[in-house]
C-alpha cells in the first residue's frame, strides 16, 4: 500500500517524464514532420478596368459568374469611338485624295519643265548664233541683248520648274503608300481609333469567377479604375513554417492538407516551390543610413518563410481565395514519422469540427 507521499511523488516523476517526451517529440516532429496553421488558399485575383474612357452600356455578368477567357464582360457606348473612327477614315481618304492632287500636279510640273527645257534650249542656240553675227558686226547690241535676256529667262523658268518639282516631291513623299509618312500618320490614327472601339467590349482575360462588381448601365467607367474582380479557378496553397521547420523539405516534398471549410478531410498534396525570402530580407535603398533590428529578447521569434503546396487531385469544391488551411509536411520517410504526421494531421481534421 502506497502512503500519499509515494503517489505523490510517483505522479511528480510521471508528470516529468511525460513532459520531457513531449518537449523531445515537438522538437523532433519541428524538424521532420513540422506542421503549420498558417496557411492561406490564394486564387490571382485580376482587377478587371476599361482601356477606354465611357459610360457603360451593358453588363453582360453578374457577381459569381464563372466566365472563360475571352468572355465578354461589359460594353461601353461606342457612339464617340465610331464617330472618331469616322473622323480618322476621312482624314485617311482625304490624306490619300491630297497625294493624288500632288501626283497630278508633279506630273503637270514635269511637262511644263520639259517645254521650258526645250525653249530654254533653243534660247541658247538662238542666243550663240546672235553671238556670231554680232562678232561679225551683223547684228546690233540691243538685240543680242534682247537675245540674252530671253534665254537667261528661260534658265530661270527652268530652275523655278525644277525647284517646285522637288517641292511637291518633298510634300508627297514616298510612291509607297506603306512607307508614305503621311499617309501612315493618318493610317495609325485610323487604327488607334479603331482599337479604341474594339476596347469598348471588355473581355475576360483568362477564366474565373466574377466579384466586387461594382458597375451598371448608365456608370462612367475611367480608363484603368477597376469596375470588377476576376478571382482565378486556379488555386494556389500557401505556407508559412519556421526556417528551421525547412531544413529537409524541398520541391516535390509530400505533405497533407486539411482545410477548415471541410472539417475532418485530409487531402494528399506535394510542396512546388519555396519563396527565395520575405520582406524582412528586402531592404529599401533611399540614401539612409541602414538600422540594425533591435531585439531586448535572449531567444527572438523565429522567422517564417513561405512555401507553395499544390493538392495531388482537385478539389470537387472550388474554395474562395483567403480561405484557411493547416498543412502537414513529411520531411522525413520513415514509417515512425509517417504514422505520427498522419496522426497528427488527422488529429487537427477531427479539431475543425469543433472549432
Not at 24 to 34: K, L, N, Q, R
Request: aromatic fraction near 8%; hydrophobic fraction near 40%.
Amino acid at each position: 500500500m502506497m502512503t500519499p507521499e509515494q503517489k505523490f511523488a510517483r505522479w511528480v516523476r510521471m508528470s516529468i517524464a511525460s513532459f520531457l517526451l513531449m518537449f523531445v517529440y515537438f522538437i523532433v516532429a519541428d524538424i521532420w514532420i513540422p506542421l503549420t496553421p498558417d496557411s492561406t488558399v490564394m486564387r490571382v485575383v485580376t482587377p478587371v478596368s476599361a482601356r477606354v474612357s465611357g459610360y457603360v452600356a451593358r453588363v453582360h455578368v453578374h457577381n459569381n459568374s464563372q466566365v472563360k477567357k475571352g468572355d465578354l464582360l461589359f460594353e461601353l457606348d461606342p457612339t464617340p469611338f465610331n464617330n472618331n473612327v469616322d473622323a480618322a477614315q476621312i482624314a485617311w481618304q482625304q490624306a490619300c485624295l491630297t497625294n493624288q492632287q500632288l501626283d497630278a500636279k508633279i506630273a503637270a510640273a514635269q511637262a511644263s519643265l520639259k517645254t521650258a527645257e526645250l525653249t530654254a534650249r533653243n534660247d541658247k542656240v538662238t542666243f550663240d548664233r546672235y553671238q556670231r553675227l554680232s562678232a561679225m558686226q551683223n547684228v546690233s547690241q540691243q538685240d543680242l541683248d534682247k537675245v540674252r535676256t530671253a534665254w537667261q529667262s528661260s534658265e530661270q523658268s527652268v530652275n523655278s520648274l525644277r525647284a517646285n518639282i522637288h517641292e511637291l516631291t518633298i510634300e508627297r513623299g514616298e510612291k509607297d503608300d506603306a512607307r508614305n509618312v503621311t499617309l501612315k500618320k493618318y493610317r495609325n490614327a485610323l487604327e488607334q481609333a479603331q482599337l479604341n472601339l474594339a476596347w469598348t467590349q471588355i473581355r475576360a482575360e483568362a477564366d474565373g469567377t466574377i466579384s466586387n462588381l461594382q458597375l451598371s448601365p448608365g456608370w462612367y467607367a475611367p480608363a484603368g479604375t477597376a469596375a470588377l474582380a476576376l478571382v482565378s479557378n486556379n488555386t494556389d496553397i500557401v505556407a508559412d513554417f519556421r526556417e528551421k521547420s525547412l531544413r529537409h523539405t524541398r520541391n516535390g516534398t509530400d505533405a497533407a492538407v486539411v482545410f477548415d471549410a471541410l472539417p475532418g478531410q485530409v487531402f494528399h498534396a506535394h510542396v512546388t516551390s519555396l519563396d527565395a525570402g520575405v520582406l524582412a530580407g528586402q531592404e529599401a535603398v533611399n540614401g539612409e543610413l541602414s538600422q540594425p533590428e533591435a531585439s531586448n529578447r535572449w531567444v527572438r521569434d523565429a522567422q517564417r518563410m513561405r512555401i507553395h503546396v499544390a493538392l495531388d487531385e482537385p478539389l470537387d469544391r472550388r474554395l474562395p481565395t483567403g480561405a484557411r488551411a493547416t498543412v502537414q509536411l513529411y520531411n522525413s520517410e520513415g514509417p515512425f514519422a509517417r504514422f505520427f504526421s498522419g496522426l497528427q494531421i488527422r488529429l487537427v481534421s477531427l479539431l475543425h469540427y469543433v472549432y
